[in-house]
Every structure is written in structure tokens, then in C-alpha cells.
């Protein structure tokens, strides 16, 4: 039955989850660990230097108890595997606990409030490029599908194998040359002016206006290969029997194309889409750095560079989580899409 079928694939997806969280928290053990105990010296150094007329011995035998305490806290006192099994339990329930430097834009150091604002920065950049290059793709598709070797697959293929191949950081420091410093039309990044403009409705533009030039780059990098695979697809679809005899019961083409066509090309379709989304959840680190875009990759990219694991680990596991929630939703969707996926393995 179906719903056995969905079962196995979401507890599949758990059980990879937690051992890639697992992974993940065994590679970052060490530099975490040295990172939390040079906290606890210089924790405890500004705790003592704050102690006023009280004799050095006294001072020292505080220094002392205070580390011991806040070894035992952080469970410095306990086996390594412990430790890092500890630190899985709780990456895994999204406890991820404070930042050791960097900030929330309102001043939280609460490592999910950094990653909550800024995934929808991601989200609004990345996402919406892929859904619209999603729709180019599959409409310049199915264009070149219907004529095979016609002037459009051409010339459009040549474009392909052009543009397909270029770096989008390369592109987005070639387009930032063309319109920031060259036409003057365009910021060279960040999401916002500065001072931001008042008012919802200003903000928004004043937010489009900034995407522009990034979200040009990813769809003319984008969406050219995936009209050309699209292509490919359909047109081994148009050339089975029922499209064929769809044709010569003088079916129009627009209702074969867009019914017949893409309804069994479903699955592929939907695979494409789904992927193509997932890819763009997590960002991307150069090209995030290049418009100064601050999404999940520049945050990443800044939290490498001022060693704070917490926000390192909370950014792997939450766009892991992500990926592989939309990998589960892909296969269920195959189950239901596809009639010869035989659900629960049999014939």
C-alpha cells in the first residue's frame, strides 16, 4: 500500500538525517571544544577581574571552582563520544544553543534567530529565480521539442552550450562591471539602500530593485540547460505511439503537448523542479559574496571565518534538514505519480 510505501521513505529520511548530523558533529568536535574552553578562561578572567578588595589566594581558588563548574556544564568532564553525542541530540532537536561572536541584526546572539533571519533572504532570492526559470525552461522546452532542428532548437542549443558553462560568480562580476560601474543603473549589492527607504510598499521595490542584477545572473545561467534537458525529454515522449495517434485522430497540438506530453512527463518534470528549488535553499557562498546578498551562504562564509561553530553547524543542518525533507517529498510524489514504481517492493 501506498502509506507503507511514504513510511519507509520518511523514516529513511530520518535515519540519514541523524547520522549525517552525527558526522557532522564528530568533524567539528575538536575546533568546537577548543573554541568553548578559551570562553570559559576568558569568562572566567572577566568574573575575577570584577572581584574587588578580596586577597589573591581567594581570587585564585575562585578562578579554580568557576572552570571546574563550567567544565561540568559544558561537559568537558565526560568521554568524547559523550560529548559529541550530546552535541548531535541537540543539533538534531534544534537546540543550537548562543553564537560565540556573531549577531542577529537585532542584537540576539540566539544561533536560530541569526538563521531565521536570514534563510528568507535565501529563500526570496534563490527561490524565486528558479521558479521563474523553471517557467522559461519549460515553455523554451517544449518549443524546441515541437520542431527538432528548427531555427529556434538551434540557435537556442548553440546559446546552451555558450552560457551553460560559465561560472555565476563570473557572470554576476561581469554584469555588476556592465551596470554598476558602467550604465551606473543598478546598486552593487546588498538587499536594501542605505538609509532604507520608509514604508512597506518603498521597501519592496527598493528590495526588487536590488535583486535584479543577482536574480539576471542565475536565470541566464539557469534556465538555458534546463530547457535544453526538457527538451530531450519530450522529445522521446513525442515520439511514442499514443502521441502519435493522438496526432492522427486530429487531436490539436497544444492540447497534445500540453496534455498528453506533459502529463507523462510528469515525473522527470517534477524531479527537475524539485531539485532545482533544493539546490537554491542553502545559497551560494561566492555568489552570495559577490552582490553582498545576505542569505545561509555569505552566513556561512562569515561564520567560517570568525570560527563560530554554532552557527556553522545550525547552517549545515538546517539546509541538510531541507534538502532531504524535499528528497523525501520527490519520492513520494514518484509513488503517486508514477504507476509503475511498484509500491512496497512488489511486482
Same mark, same amino acid.
Given at each position: 500500500?501506498?502509506?507503507?510505501?511514504?513510511?519507509?521513505?520518511?523514516?529513511?529520511?530520518?535515519?540519514?538525517?541523524?547520522?549525517?548530523?552525527?558526522?557532522?558533529?564528530?568533524?567539528?568536535?575538536?575546533?568546537?571544544?577548543?573554541?568553548?574552553?578559551?570562553?570559559?578562561?576568558?569568562?572566567?578572567?572577566?568574573?575575577?577581574?570584577?572581584?574587588?578588595?578580596?586577597?589573591?589566594?581567594?581570587?585564585?581558588?575562585?578562578?579554580?571552582?568557576?572552570?571546574?563548574?563550567?567544565?561540568?556544564?559544558?561537559?568537558?568532564?565526560?568521554?568524547?563520544?559523550?560529548?559529541?553525542?550530546?552535541?548531535?541530540?541537540?543539533?538534531?532537536?534544534?537546540?543550537?544553543?548562543?553564537?560565540?561572536?556573531?549577531?542577529?541584526?537585532?542584537?540576539?546572539?540566539?544561533?536560530?534567530?541569526?538563521?531565521?533571519?536570514?534563510?528568507?533572504?535565501?529563500?526570496?532570492?534563490?527561490?524565486?529565480?528558479?521558479?521563474?526559470?523553471?517557467?522559461?525552461?519549460?515553455?523554451?522546452?517544449?518549443?524546441?521539442?515541437?520542431?527538432?532542428?528548427?531555427?529556434?532548437?538551434?540557435?537556442?542549443? @548553440? /546559446?546552451?552550450? #555558450? &552560457?551553460? *558553462?560559465?561560472?555565476?560568480?563570473?557572470?554576476? $562580476?561581469?554584469?555588476?562591471?556592465?551596470? %554598476?560601474?558602467?550604465?551606473?543603473?543598478?546598486?552593487?549589492?546588498?538587499?536594501?539602500?542605505?538609509?532604507?527607504?520608509?514604508?512597506?510598499?518603498?521597501?519592496?521595490?527598493?528590495?526588487?530593485?536590488?535583486?535584479?542584477?543577482?536574480?539576471?545572473?542565475?536565470?541566464?545561467?539557469?534556465?538555458?540547460?534546463?530547457?535544453? @534537458? /526538457?527538451?530531450? #525529454? &519530450?522529445? *522521446?515522449?513525442?515520439?511514442?505511439?499514443?502521441? $502519435?495517434?493522438?496526432?492522427?485522430?486530429? %487531436?490539436?497540438?497544444?492540447?497534445?503537448?500540453?496534455?498528453?506530453?506533459?502529463?507523462?512527463?510528469?515525473?522527470?518534470?517534477?524531479?527537475?523542479?524539485?531539485?532545482?528549488?533544493?539546490?537554491?535553499?542553502?545559497?551560494?557562498?561566492?555568489?552570495?559574496?559577490?552582490?553582498?546578498?545576505?542569505?545561509?551562504?555569505?552566513?556561512?562564509?562569515?561564520?567560517?571565518?570568525?570560527?563560530?561553530?554554532?552557527?556553522?553547524?545550525?547552517?549545515?543542518?538546517?539546509?541538510?534538514?531541507?534538502?532531504?525533507?524535499?528528497?523525501?517529498?520527490?519520492?513520494?510524489?514518484?509513488?503517486?505519480?508514477?504507476?509503475?514504481?511498484?509500491?512496497?517492493?512488489?511486482?
Amino acid at each position: 500500500m501506498y502509506k507503507w510505501y511514504a513510511l519507509k521513505r520518511i523514516l529513511r529520511g530520518i535515519v540519514i538525517y541523524m547520522i549525517l548530523i552525527f558526522i557532522f558533529s564528530a568533524l567539528f568536535n575538536t575546533v568546537s571544544e577548543k573554541t568553548q574552553r578559551s570562553q570559559i578562561f576568558e569568562q572566567v578572567n572577566m568574573e575575577a577581574n570584577r572581584l574587588k578588595n578580596v586577597k589573591t589566594e581567594q581570587i585564585e581558588a575562585y578562578k579554580v571552582h568557576r572552570t571546574e563548574q563550567l567544565i561540568r556544564l559544558y561537559r568537558f568532564d565526560r568521554p568524547v563520544w559523550e560529548r559529541i553525542v550530546y552535541r548531535a541530540v541537540n543539533t538534531i532537536t534544534f537546540n543550537f544553543g548562543n553564537s560565540t561572536i556573531m549577531k542577529s541584526s537585532a542584537g540576539s546572539r540566539a544561533v536560530l534567530d541569526i538563521i531565521w533571519e536570514a534563510l528568507p533572504r535565501t529563500l526570496l532570492l534563490f527561490t524565486s529565480a528558479s521558479l521563474i526559470e523553471l517557467l522559461f525552461g519549460v515553455w523554451l522546452g517544449l518549443k524546441k521539442a515541437q520542431k527538432p532542428g528548427g531555427t529556434l532548437d538551434r540557435s537556442t542549443s @548553440i /546559446i546552451t552550450m #555558450i &552560457v551553460y *558553462g560559465l561560472p555565476s560568480w563570473w557572470l554576476g $562580476m561581469m554584469l555588476i562591471m556592465a551596470f %554598476v560601474y558602467g550604465i551606473k543603473i543598478f546598486p552593487s549589492g546588498g538587499i536594501l539602500s542605505v538609509p532604507p527607504p520608509d514604508g512597506f510598499f518603498l521597501r519592496s521595490l527598493d528590495v526588487l530593485f536590488h535583486m535584479f542584477l543577482p536574480m539576471l545572473t542565475l536565470l541566464l545561467i539557469g534556465f538555458w540547460g534546463l530547457a535544453f @534537458i /526538457i527538451r530531450n #525529454i &519530450v522529445l *522521446g515522449i513525442l515520439q511514442e505511439d499514443f502521441i $502519435m495517434s493522438a496526432r492522427a485522430r486530429g %487531436v490539436p497540438e497544444n492540447k497534445v503537448l500540453f496534455g498528453h506530453t506533459m502529463r507523462t512527463a510528469a515525473p522527470p518534470l517534477v524531479t527537475i523542479g524539485l531539485l532545482t528549488m533544493l539546490s537554491s535553499i542553502s545559497g551560494a557562498i561566492l555568489f552570495e559574496g559577490i552582490f553582498s546578498w545576505p542569505g545561509l551562504g555569505n552566513l556561512y562564509w562569515i561564520a567560517v571565518q570568525q570560527n563560530d561553530i554554532p552557527v556553522l553547524l545550525a547552517d549545515l543542518a538546517m539546509t541538510t534538514a531541507i534538502y532531504l525533507g524535499g528528497l523525501v517529498l520527490l519520492d513520494l510524489i514518484y509513488g503517486f505519480l508514477d504507476p509503475r514504481i511498484k509500491v512496497g517492493g512488489k511486482a
